[in-house]
């Protein structure tokens, strides 16, 4: 009959034709189009102020900072002691008696090199 077609049907199940999957990214487009999924994407939370953004950075880490050093009373900066009493008691050791792993180390390629001690600052080693 004029205008009609046949198709052919194994027992298999077939999956869509191309021309179907031309069609659903056809839609795709038209419903998602990728000017406005990229957009979007730039720009999800508006502009960014850098100096604000820096300034509220660095007070953060100035209290993260003092809380680390009244809970450890340590200067972590100056590493040394907090001088006067607190709740914790430091007591310097030589390097060379403590494990390797406890000693500063750096990584370079497949092999890990021990540091030479730091230099301590003047007044480091006066015990509080």
Do not use: K
Not at 102 to 112: A, D, I
Request: some cysteine; proline content about 8%; charged content about 30%.
């Amino acid at each position: 009959a004029a205008g009609r077609h046949r198709e052919r049907h194994s027992g298999a199940a077939q999956g869509p034709t191309a021309s179907a999957l031309a069609m659903e990214r056809l839609v795709a487009r038209r419903t998602f189009p990728l000017f406005a999924r990229t957009s979007a994407c730039r720009s999800l939370f508006g502009p960014v102020d850098h100096e604000e953004l820096s300034r509220e950075l660095q007070i953060r880490l100035a209290e993260l900072s003092a809380e680390d050093q009244r809970r450890w009373d340590y200067n972590f900066q100056q590493d040394v002691p907090l001088r006067g009493p607190g709740r914790l008691q430091w007591t310097e050791v030589d390097s060379d008696s403590v494990p390797a792993f406890y000693r500063e180390t750096v990584q370079v390629g497949r092999c890990r090199l021990l540091l030479a001690p730091r230099p301590r600052p003047e007044g480091a080693g006066d015990s509080p």
